[in-house]
């Protein structure tokens, strides 16, 4: 079955070091996506691609860095210049195309200790 | 201006109750809308699509007024397993998801 992957599902970090996201998509979607979720808010866009080797920034991406070096594989840094580091992260994917449905990984929870 | 917005709740209503969610979006030139659902401590999950005649679920009826940027969601004959966050999902023209602050909703017996 096709799908997105999201790793580590949970991941404590200490103050002062990157961490890396990865999210594995074999659906072959052009566009791929992360967000931040903190308790109690919604989704807020740090970075998105919509091919490979491209990617733009969203409306929260200062402390975070991608890459986007295959079509299926879009992993989220989070680094040391993120000063609230703690919360939810989610990948995202989709085709272009005003119907397709937006597919999910289960999420990543980021924990700075 | 948020891109979208999202009345944030919650909405706590009984039961068989009908409930109505709304959201507005700035940007004239998107595309498409919907509507997820999230429960606790999970990713979203979609609820349906939201075309420009309006459509309908079930018990779910979603409606979009393009000349007022808004789309909303009408939730008929509550249950308890209908108690989430409501999130509003709009795709502009460049492939932007951009994803409303989400309204929560919870159903008493």
């Known amino acids: 079955d096709g799908g997105i992957t999201q790793s580590p599902k949970y991941l404590f970090r200490k103050e002062g070091q990157n961490v890396t996201l990865s999210c594995e998509q074999n659906?072959?979607?052009?566009?791929m996506y992360w967000y931040r979720q903190d308790p109690g808010q919604g989704l807020r866009l740090i970075y998105y691609?919509?091919?490979?080797?491209?990617?733009q920034k969203g409306d929260i991406a200062e402390g975070y860095s991608v890459s986007r070096e295959k079509k299926e594989s879009f992993p989220l840094t989070v680094t040391s210049a993120q000063k609230n580091p703690t919360a939810f992260y989610l990948c995202?994917?989709?085709?272009?195309?005003?119907?397709?449905?937006?597919?999910f990984g289960e999420g990543s929870w980021l924990t700075v200790v | 201006r948020k891109e979208v917005e999202q009345d944030p709740g919650p909405f706590n209503v009984p039961e068989g109750a009908t409930v109505a969610f709304n959201c507005t979006y700035s940007?004239?030139?998107?595309?498409?809308f919907f509507w997820y659902r999230q429960d606790c401590r999970k990713e979203p999950k979609l609820l349906m699509s939201?075309?420009?005649s309006g459509n309908e679920d079930g018990r779910f009826t979603a409606q979009l007024n393009r000349a007022s940027q808004y789309i909303s969601l009408l939730i008929r004959d509550s249950k308890l397993s209908d108690s989430a966050t409501y999130l509003c999902?709009?795709?502009?023209?460049?492939?932007?998801?951009?994803f409303g602050s989400g309204t929560r909703l919870s159903i008493r017996p």
């Open positions: 995202t994917s989709s085709t272009p195309g005003h119907r397709n449905t937006i597919y």
């Open positions: 659906l072959n979607h052009d566009a």
């Open positions: 691609s919509q091919i490979v080797n491209d990617f």
């Open positions: 940007n004239s030139a998107s595309q498409s």
């Open positions: 939201v075309y420009s």
């Open positions: 999902v709009v795709r502009s023209s460049a492939s932007k998801i951009i």
